[in-house]
């Protein structure tokens, strides 16, 4: 079950998120407030990582609370990435892969997590 709940989030709901953040246009505020954003998520996991986590070391809510602030934040990331390509005076095409580069790219994770687990099968 948690497979397919992390199959769900990284190919469902994450391209999703990133389709509603980085349609949107590239206005100086709004991609001042994405990268706020990111960088307060990046934030949250640090202080989860190293100073809750060492605290209640049987508590796997922490743990996850780590991986879902990195993961929103990739997803900030790439979503900042596209707004300034798409901010740029470039062809229409450009617009377009970058986009569906970013959409893929929200994937990522899963593939870091199979990846884990064939490492550390025997």
Excluded: E, K, N
Excluded at 56 to 75: C, E, K, N, S, T
Excluded at 94 to 115: E, I, Q
């Amino acid at each position: 079950m948690m497979y397919v709940t992390a199959f769900l989030l990284c190919f469902v709901l994450g391209p999703g998120l990133f389709w509603l953040i980085a349609r949107r246009r590239a206005t100086r505020p709004r991609f001042a407030a994405t990268w706020g954003l990111s960088m307060f998520l990046i934030g949250t996991a640090l202080v989860l990582r190293h100073w809750i986590m060492p605290t209640y070391p049987d508590a796997p809510m922490a743990g996850i609370g780590v991986l879902l602030a990195l993961w929103l934040a990739w997803i900030l990331v790439l979503a900042l990435a596209v707004m300034a390509i798409r901010a740029r005076p470039v062809s229409f095409r450009l617009h377009r892969t970058a986009f569906a580069l970013g959409a893929v790219g929200t994937t990522l994770p899963w593939f870091g997590l199979y990846a884990a687990q064939m490492v550390t099968q025997r």
